[in-house]
C-alpha cells in the first residue's frame, strides 16, 4: 500500500510516523469524547511537533 510505503520512507527521513486503521481510530476518537479525554488528541500532536 501507497501509505505504508510513504510512512515507512518518512521514518528512514527521520519523521516521527504513527501508523494506524481507520476503524481503530475512529473507535479512539468515539471513546476519547465519552470519556472527555483528548489523549488521542495529544498523541497526534506529538507526531506533529518537529521540535
Do not use: W
Request: hydrophobic share 45%; with cysteine.
Amino acid at each position: 500500500m501507497v501509505s505504508i510505503a510513504l510512512g515507512l520512507k518518512a521514518c528512514m527521513a527521520g519523521y516521527k510516523v504513527l501508523f494506524t486503521t481507520v476503524p481503530l481510530l475512529v473507535t479512539t476518537l468515539k471513546e476519547s469524547n465519552s470519556a472527555n479525554a483528548l489523549s488521542l488528541f495529544r498523541q497526534i500532536k506529538s507526531y506533529m511537533d518537529t521540535s
